[in-house]
């Protein structure tokens, strides 16, 4: 079972920009998908972006695109997210998540992954 550990949150300022960690303790790292989700409080839990395990392959929300890039390096069994030009509707707890299945169906719903941190905060101020 792969646990998974985020960090790199914090508090911020609208336009700026962050890098969010997650490290698996896997050494099967590579044969896991990868996805971010967020989660506002009072909201649900949304699908934020994806990766195939060898990293050719991403997905992204529609309110992200072209702000936030996900990344992945399986030597160190790490998998990214580059946040710029932040928005205080980006406010929420950042979950990583690891999909170990082989399709790609629903790959934006949090019940395709069988595995999610503990989560970060990332406040945006305005």
């Known amino acids: 079972q792969v646990q998974l550990v985020e960090s790199g949150g914090g508090l911020v300022q609208a336009g700026a920009s962050l890098r969010l960690s997650c490290a698996a303790s896997?050494?099967?790292?590579?044969?896991?998908?990868m996805g971010w989700f967020r989660q506002a409080p009072g909201k649900e839990r949304d699908f934020v972006a994806r990766?195939?395990?060898?990293?050719?392959?991403?997905y992204y929300a529609d309110s992200v695109k072209g702000r936030f890039t996900i990344s992945r390096d399986n030597a160190k069994n790490t998998v990214y997210l580059q946040m710029n030009s932040l928005t205080p509707e980006g406010t929420a707890v950042y979950y990583c998540a690891a999909d170990e299945g082989v399709s790609v169906r629903n790959y934006d719903l949090p019940h395709k992954y069988e595995y999610w941190g503990q989560g970060t905060q990332v406040t945006v101020s305005s």
């Open positions: 990766i195939d395990r060898s990293g050719d392959i991403t």
């Open positions: 896997e050494r099967t790292f590579s044969t896991y998908a």
